[in-house]
C-alpha cells in the first residue's frame, strides 16, 4: 500500500470505505452518535458529506447530506441526497429519530406522572393546587384539559 502522502485525497477517502451490496460502510472513525469523519484539508468533515462532494458535486454549507437507508455510516452515494435544515429535521421525525422526552424525563420538568394524577382528580381549585405544586393556575388547567401530559392516562 503506498504512503498516505502519496494518495489523493479521494483514494484516501475510499481506503477507509467497505462497499456491500447495498451501503458503503465507512470503517474509520465516527464521531459518538455513529457518523463518520474524514478529515480533508487539516478540517474534519463528515464522512457522507465528503462522498457526496466527491461522487456527486460540491454543496454550499447550508445544505445537509441526509441518508436514505438511514444508515449513519453509509457513504454510498445513492443512499444519499440534499436537504435543508427544515428537510433534515423533517426526515429525523419521520425516522423516529427526534428524541422526544415526556413527562418527568424532560430536563424541566417539576412534576411526576404521579402527580399529574393527583392534580386532575383533585376537587380544589385550579388555584390552590397550582399553590401547593408551584405551578401557575392556567397549568394546572392545561393539565386538567388534557392539553399537557397527554402521555399521562
Known amino acids: 500500500m503506498p504512503r498516505w502522502e502519496a494518495l489523493t485525497p479521494q483514494e484516501r477517502f475510499m481506503s477507509h470505505v467497505d462497499k456491500t451490496d447495498g451501503c458503503w460502510l465507512w470503517m474509520a472513525s465516527k464521531n459518538p452518535r455513529g457518523y463518520g469523519h474524514f478529515y480533508y484539508d487539516g478540517r474534519p468533515v463528515s464522512a457522507h458529506r465528503y462522498s457526496w462532494i466527491i461522487h456527486c458535486h460540491p454543496i454550499s454549507s447550508d445544505q445537509h447530506v441526509l441518508h436514505r437507508c438511514d444508515v449513519r455510516n453509509c457513504v454510498n452515494p445513492d443512499h444519499l441526497f440534499l436537504g435543508d435544515q427544515h428537510s433534515n429535521v423533517l426526515d429525523m ?3 423516529g429519530r427526534a428524541a422526544s422526552k415526556k413527562g418527568e424525563l ?3 420538568s417539576k412534576l411526576t406522572a404521579e402527580q ?14 397550582a399553590k401547593d ?10 393539565i386538567r384539559r388534557r392539553e399537557n ?3 399521562v392516562p
Open 93 to 95: 421525525h419521520a425516522k
Open 106 to 108: 424532560h430536563g424541566r
Open 116 to 129: 399529574i394524577e393527583e392534580i386532575r382528580n383533585d376537587p380544589r381549585s385550579q388555584s390552590q393546587i
Open 133 to 142: 405544586y408551584g405551578l401557575g393556575q392556567s397549568h394546572v388547567s392545561r
Open 149 to 151: 401530559w397527554t402521555h
